[in-house]
């Protein structure tokens, strides 16, 4: 390998210069230029952002993935450019032993078919997650991450770049300060001997340093602009943190609405199937046993605690509201009101009725809906 040992030399006498200069400025022994206020106010701002998307980074990794062994799995997977293998979640696991069991005392008995149905609905609520991880991972995770492993990093290299061109600049001014106090010495006390080689000497020397510091000061301004126009992306960075809270906010609200759909359809199965059905409390009825404000049944659905008959319905108590549909449901009696998704449905409440559920309205038919399926419009 060649190497050029004057280039070698003077990048070593560089370092060396601006090390002492560095060090001066530390113990108060030379002068600092100070970078513009506006620009100190962007790099304060800058390093706040990089502090806190970190943190967050990393809080939201561990919410997501719980294992250190498996995240730091996934570092290394991310490091080598390696798609990561597909990871079977606790909860289908949980419901795959289900199944399991299920099959050893037998699915036709009572307890196999239970272990049966939860067990799918384990599996459900795992896949729910997975996709939860996989929106998350794309939408959130990897955008702080493309911030501090590329836009950060090229900030970082200008902002090193920045304070070299200002060591540089504040070591040319010593010079030069050094140069014309030499030159004012020299014409204070004069040497008839040598006066006029050794002034002209000064004054050569004080020329040459007035030229490196325009040169150091030209640079420096030159960077100093640089890095606030890449210091003032910052603010775009906000916005495109902003949205990508909104998508995680919303694949939250998603996988949520999933998993209280997945427990409470279990739970209705579970209540309609079990011949222990009479010792699972009802989530329309009070735990403790005590009836809510009675709402007349009709004869079809007597046998249904809670079911509320939509024709004998009393008035709202509250006000109207409109609510559009997230997901398709259907009904399972004559008392609910099936939905399809995206359509727009009046909604209102009446006095017992479940807070997990609404009375809905489309045109003349009317009945029960569940909240997790509407968005209320205001």
Known sequence: MDFNVKKLASDAGVFFTRAVQFTEEKLGQAEKTELDPHL??????????KNWTEKILRQTEVLLQPNPSARIEEFIYDKLDKRLPSRTTNAELLGQYMLDAASEFGPESPYGSTLITVGEY??????????????????????????LEGDWRTISKERRLLENRRLDLDICKARLKKAKQAEAKAAAAPD????RPRNYVLSASASAAEHELRVAQTEFDRQAEVTRLLLEGISSTHLNHQRCLQDFAEAQATYYAQC??????????LSNSSPLSHLIPN????????????????????????????????????????????????A??????????????????????DPDWLVGERGNKKGKVPVTYLELLS
Do not use: W
């Not at 209280?260 to 199965?269: D, F, I, N, S, W």
């Open 40 to 49: 100190e106010n962007l790099l304060m701002r800058a390093d706040c952002t």
């Open 122 to 147: 384990q599996k459900r609520l795992g896949g729910a997650e997975r996709e939860f991880l996989q929106t998350s991972a794309a939408t959130f995770l990897t955008p702080l991450r493309n911030f």
């Open 192 to 195: 008839f001997q040598e006066t």
């Open 260 to 269: 209280h759909h997945y427990m409470h359809e279990l739970q209705r199965e």
């Open 283 to 330: 989530r329309r009825t009070d735990a403790g046993g005590s009836s809510q404000p009675s709402v007349t049944p009709s004869n079809s659905s007597s046998n249904k605690p809670g079911t509320l008959n939509m024709e004998q319905m009393p008035l709202p108590v509250t006000g109207t509201r409109k609510a559009k549909v997230l997901y398709d449901y259907d």
């Open 332 to 353: 399972h009696d004559t008392s609910e009101l099936s939905l399809l998704a995206d359509e727009l449905i009046t909604v209102y409440t009446v006095p017992g009725m």
